[in-house]
């Protein structure tokens, strides 16, 4: 029997994207040497207009993506920060792409035509036959 379920992770907790943390007048710093480093993920610094501020790191794909400049700052901004536990068990801050990072493509069923499916037998079984 197939069971449907609401899936939640139950590892980390989603604090928000990184503008809303921010807040107007906050800015997004990076540090130079870090950015330089693929075999790091990247830092980022979180600074609020009071000037309170936190470190956060980038997931995997998040620090790719950066340093590929497929992801702009624009993009960044938009994505969350969640709040979860590391390999190690200490809790950490993450900024993490859309959907959990899982990178899952999303298509609704009602926007698709079914269509049906005839298996091609092009192949003849002595052509699997060596002589």
Not at 5 to 21: A, F, H, I, K, N
Not at 67 to 78: E, F, M, T, V
Not at 102 to 125: C, H, M, R, T, W
């Amino acid at each position: 029997m197939l069971k449907f379920e609401v899936y939640q992770r139950e590892d980390r907790t989603e604090l928000g994207t990184v503008s809303s943390l921010v807040g107007k007048g906050g800015k997004v710093k990076f540090v130079p040497k870090n950015l330089a480093d693929d075999s790091k993920r990247v830092a980022v610094i979180l600074e609020r207009k009071d000037g309170a501020s936190a470190l956060l790191i980038c997931s995997e794909n998040v620090s790719k993506g950066i340093r590929s400049k497929d992801i702009s700052l624009a993009n960044l901004l938009g994505f969350t920060v969640t709040e979860q536990l590391s390999r190690s068990g200490e809790t950490i801050n993450v900024i993490t792409m859309p959907n959990g990072g899982g990178n899952l493509i999303e298509v609704a069923v009602d926007s698709v035509k079914v269509a049906d499916y005839q298996p091609s037998f092009d192949l003849v079984p002595e052509d699997l036959i060596a002589f």
